[in-house]
C-alpha cells in the first residue's frame, strides 16, 4: 500500500467495517473477539466517534473517541487505536489521533485523555510528539472475569470448610 490515505468519520455499519475489525482486532488486543454488527451499531449510536483509515480504498486502522459527560464536564478518551502492521510508518496513527483531538475540541472537551502500553513505544512516541504529557496517575481495573474467579474460589473454600465442620 503506497502512502496516500484518508481519515473518515463512520456513520453505519457495513460489511466492510466488520471485516476491518476482524482484521485489526488481533494486531491490537490478541483473544479479544472483535465487535460485530450489534457493537459496532452501538457505538455509533452513542457519543462515542468512531474513525477509520483507508488506503487504497481498505480499512488500515481505526480510533475510537468516547465521550461522556462528568460533573467535572465534557470528557474524551482516546481508545483502541490500531494501524495495519502492513502500513505502520506512515503518518496514519498521527491522523487517526489529530482526527480524534479535533472532534474533542468541536463536541467542547477541556481535554483529551489516553492510555497506551508501555511496550507501545512508537505509540507513546508518537503521543508525545503530539502533545500528550505523561500525567502522574494511577490507573486501576475492576477485572469481572478475575472477579467472577475469585467469589468462585471464595465459595468454594467456604463450602469446603463447612463440609469439614459439619
Same mark, same amino acid.
Given at each position: 500500500?503506497?502512502?496516500?490515505?484518508?481519515?473518515?468519520?463512520?456513520?453505519?455499519?457495513?460489511?466492510?467495517?466488520?471485516?476491518?475489525?476482524?482484521?485489526?482486532?488481533?494486531?491490537?488486543?490478541?483473544?479479544?473477539?472483535?465487535?460485530?454488527?450489534?457493537?459496532?451499531?452501538?457505538?455509533?449510536?452513542?457519543?462515542?466517534?468512531?474513525?477509520?483509515?483507508?488506503?487504497?480504498?481498505?480499512?488500515?486502522?481505526?480510533?475510537?473517541?468516547?465521550?461522556?459527560?462528568?460533573?467535572?464536564?465534557?470528557?474524551?478518551?482516546?481508545?483502541?487505536?490500531?494501524?495495519?502492521?502492513?502500513?505502520?510508518?506512515?503518518?496514519?496513527?498521527?491522523?487517526?489521533?489529530?482526527?480524534?483531538?479535533?472532534?474533542?475540541?468541536?463536541?467542547?472537551?477541556?481535554?483529551?485523555?489516553?492510555?497506551? +502500553?508501555?511496550?507501545?513505544?512508537?505509540? +507513546?512516541?508518537?503521543?508525545?510528539?503530539?502533545?500528550?504529557?505523561?500525567?502522574?496517575?494511577?490507573?486501576?481495573?475492576?477485572?469481572?472475569?478475575?472477579?467472577?474467579?475469585?467469589?468462585?474460589?471464595?465459595?468454594?473454600?467456604?463450602?469446603?470448610?463447612?463440609?469439614? +465442620?459439619?
Amino acid at each position: 500500500m503506497g502512502d496516500e490515505f484518508e481519515v473518515l468519520e463512520v456513520t453505519s455499519v457495513t460489511p466492510e467495517l466488520v471485516e476491518a475489525f476482524e482484521r485489526l482486532m488481533p494486531q491490537l488486543s490478541a483473544g479479544r473477539r472483535p465487535p460485530g454488527v450489534a457493537e459496532l451499531g452501538e457505538m455509533l449510536a452513542s457519543r462515542s466517534v468512531l474513525f477509520i483509515a483507508r488506503a487504497q480504498n481498505v480499512i488500515v486502522g481505526s480510533l475510537t473517541l468516547a465521550v461522556f459527560r462528568t460533573p467535572t464536564g465534557l470528557h474524551a478518551h482516546i481508545e483502541d487505536v490500531v494501524v495495519d502492521e502492513a502500513v505502520r510508518g506512515q503518518g496514519i496513527g498521527a491522523a487517526l489521533t489529530r482526527a480524534g483531538i479535533t472532534r474533542a475540541r468541536e463536541l467542547g472537551c477541556d481535554a483529551v485523555d489516553l492510555t497506551s +502500553n508501555p511496550k507501545r513505544e512508537a505509540a +507513546n512516541r508518537l503521543y508525545q510528539r503530539l502533545g500528550f504529557e505523561r500525567r502522574e496517575t494511577n490507573v486501576y481495573r475492576f477485572d469481572f472475569k478475575n472477579f467472577a474467579t475469585q467469589v468462585t474460589e471464595a465459595t468454594e473454600k467456604k463450602r469446603d470448610r463447612e463440609g469439614e +465442620n459439619g
